[in-house]
């Protein structure tokens, strides 16, 4: 089966990318980045009500339902004009910028030492009682009674419920874990029986059977293909972090990254979508969730493990490596948020258990999501991984491939990522005194930039929402072995690049071959970052929507209060269509000027954007939630408020070199609307005088948590404002 949806996705990426390149010469060229100006009383902007008393929508730092991708076809853009070779250059930005002065706070280094003190401590597979801190968990009059330790499992059937399965005598010293555990609490008393402290210990064991099916498979593998490199594979993540913010944020991890481990950041990496799971799933698969689509429907009834084939992990289980997965949120990761997770351990090592009752301890949490008892939540990654190097890491015969994304920490607000330099930087530390640096590549990565809150509201955070970070660290030797190979990385770190490249990289480790090779061709979405990357790729090219494509120079020019007030109505227009509301008689109180060419219709259709039904999104909803809670239009113009334009915020002009010598000019338009507040970006193409469009998807880049619970749908969610 999967053979078969691999030579569809093939066959269909190349018709795509086809269409893709006849339609859509543009939007993602440009030169120099060039700064916008900086106040915004130089904006001309259009401002149909004061805003000076509106509440700031954005700034509560809360937990948003991520919309799902939009994809769009972009009709009508020309043929790129072949006479300048054309390069891909991302705006500067300047990761300290004053600008950004007033939407970054930088937190204090997160402490966890006033959360319940974790009595317990493991030394070779011995629990052992640390008596020394018994005095900050008990209470004045009460004495320490005894400690016992329980397996976690996880519930048949769920991803996302646990059982106890066995429970140890009681020990107030020390207890000798059994081989078999994997997945243990301790739990302590006091002698009133009061639970005073509890620890939870992903374990990584070395297990016979998983040995023997893994070596066998190695040993086939080796005697086959003779692979010239055997390299464990260590791939971590951190949700929403932006390169720039990485640089702002966490400076002693990046040095150390850089300057001790020698690592090699790629400069014009580019996120392929708005939320995370699009982004990871293209790095993991080298797929779109579309591309899946035709044998499987991810959604809440359906666990992932349909396609857990297409997973790299897979790839690498059958070539002999042991298979990691850890994730540190019971429901907001990439594979549980709105969906089910994996019915089967996809990995060997999938830590899961822990996560899961760790998360729902009260007593160890309090009320700081990011603290397990007196250690950081994202300690408990980094500890599994360290026990994964330490125990596989220094034989080139027992190589592993492991995955983590940590959305703690910086999901909830991306300024708490100052919270966590010193918990990377100390993992980097501690990983590089396991010694098994020699035969490991780590992969350092973000999914994404920021996606809301007030650094995406300024210039800076507008290009800082296309551009995650991402380094790869190789042993010590490998780039005198292989200089060809580190030579061209170093090309490509100039060079457009996306998370469907890293995925082919990580093929090409995973069957390493060192031979010559073949440059990458502009035909191919995603190229190894072995082989050189056309400079004149294009973000169509590289399989990057254009409404997330950081290519290009931004620039503010001095519109006419009529044209911005025509883009942030074509916006509207196509927001209102998708609550079921387009041609909504909320428009009647828009009112151009009556020298305006452009005419409105008052109580009508908005007319001069000429939008045509053939360039209408062709958007996932139906893919990325539960097909049954898709509401038809009719439905959903009941429940969700038509929205009114407020303001036309902000509209960058985008320079496309391709494009100079047509007549048709791309906008990067926000507007804000009413009621709700909401923030709305997206792109218009458009022709002066003729005809405009709505150019790809349409991001919401405020949050609306307690405005849209009345719709299931996360796509439509970020449009609704649900009629109370
Ligand atoms: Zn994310």
Redesign the pocket.
Known sequence: MWKRMRRRAREGRRKRGRKRREKDGGQDSGEAGEKEEAADSALNVTRLKSLNSLPDNTAAGKVAKPPARVIATAPGAKQASKAQPYECIFPATDPFDPQLKSALKVYPPLDCSKHTANIVYLENFVAKVNHSKLSLVLSDGYNFSHCRCKEIKRKNGSDKDVKYTWTSETFTDSLALEPWQENIMTECFDTKKRAISRSYFPLIRVKNETERFLKKNYKKYATHNSPLETLSILVLGI??MSKQHFERSMPKTRNFLLEKMGAIEMYKYNKLAF??FT?VLALLTGHTPEEFYKDWHYNQTEFVDQINEAFIWTDARKIGYRTGMMLDTYNLTAFHYQKKGFKESPVDYYQRQTVIASERDKLMRGNDSNCAGDISEVTQIHDYWLQMARTFGKDRTTPFFAYSFAVRITHDDCNLAYEGDDVYYKFLQDLVATDSLDNMVIVWFS??GPRFGPIRETYNGRIETSTPYIFFVFPPWFERKYPKLISTLKINQNRLSSHFDTYETLRDLLYFKAGEKPSGKLSERGISLFREIPKERTCQQAGIPSEFCACGRLSRLNLTNQLQSLLGMALLDRINSFIGHRNSSTLSSFVLSKNSKHTINEGNSFLPVNFSDSNVHRHSTDILSDSTSRLPSEQLRKKCSPLTLLAVERVYHVTNDQLQSLKTKTYRVTIKTTPGFGLFEGLVNYEPGDSGYVMGDIVRINLYRGQAECVQDPWVRQFCFCVK
């Open positions: 949700d929403g939320e995370t982004n999914d994404h």
